[in-house]
């Protein structure tokens, strides 16, 4: 689904993607482990095309996007879905709103047809009775429900999760691995995760993918990750279940 092939990214002097290789598995679930700032979200960037490479391809279901005008980048990009941080929901709008957003932009569905996804993507992720409020009135985790209903509210071959179990208790994380994993499975779609949450990465992923000064350094299912023989997988893997 996604091929990235000798992606070279530097900011001013600082080189943070060194031709860098990764496949993405269709209909999987791939999370993209590695240090905080080592580059994990401008990798999550070039996937849909808001960072170009220096150098390289990006391969994304067959079409390069590194030499595509605008209009055609866009059309690529409606192939996905992305759930930010914080989730990242319009704080103006309700939670319906919010998830008919992208519906609005870029369907030309009726209103009723539109009220009918909105209201099944939220049943998808287990919100009901939330249509209508705010998203100041959610819990955060709640609010990732929110967001991951709007990212699939198109229906998108890919999504993309910027660490989504940041600011969670445990009990939460454990609540939206799940989710993500449920989700998954019923929309058959290509789950790409960043995450630093080492234990959340072995409980949702399929692949594991370690990104280490520029590079992808093992690619695995979580057993091969967690049986690594690499130096800096083994130390990273310890040190974070500290």
Do not use: C, W
């Not at 002097?13 to 590695?34: A, N, R």
């Not at 580059?39 to 960037?45: A, D, I, P, R, T």
């Not at 209201?119 to 959610?138: A, F, H, I, Q, R």
């Amino acid at each position: 689904m996604i091929k990235l092939i000798k992606i070279t990214k530097s900011f001013n002097s600082q080189k943070v993607l060194d031709e860098l290789d990764l496949k993405i598995d269709p209909e999987k679930i791939t999370v993209i482990i590695g240090q905080s700032g080592g580059g994990k979200s401008v990798l999550l960037k070039h996937m849909i095309g808001l960072i170009m490479p220096d150098s390289g391809q990006i391969i994304i279901d067959g079409i390069d996007i590194t030499n595509l005008n605008d209009k055609k980048l866009n059309e690529v990009r409606k192939k996905f879905g992305m759930l930010f941080q914080d989730a990242a929901l319009f704080d103006s709008m309700t939670v319906g709103e919010n998830v008919a957003f992208p519906l609005n932009e870029h369907t030309r569905l009726s209103r009723k047809k539109i009220t009918k996804i909105v209201d099944d993507k939220l049943n998808l992720v287990g919100l009901e009775n939330v249509t209508n409020k705010m998203p100041s009135e959610l819990s955060g985790g709640m609010r990732k429900r929110a967001g991951l209903a709007r990212a699939i509210a198109l229906d998108p071959k890919i999504v993309l999760f910027d660490e989504p179990t940041t600011g969670l208790d445990p009990i939460m994380r454990e609540s939206i691995d799940k989710l993500i994993v449920a989700t998954q499975k019923r929309t058959k779609a290509t789950f790409v995760v960043i995450s630093h949450d080492i234990e959340s990465s072995f409980t949702i992923a399929h692949k594991i993918a370690m990104l280490y000064q520029g590079k992808i350094i093992a690619v695995g299912t979580p057993n091969e990750i967690r049986s690594s023989n690499d130096s800096f997988v083994k130390r990273f893997i310890k040190d974070l279940r500290k």
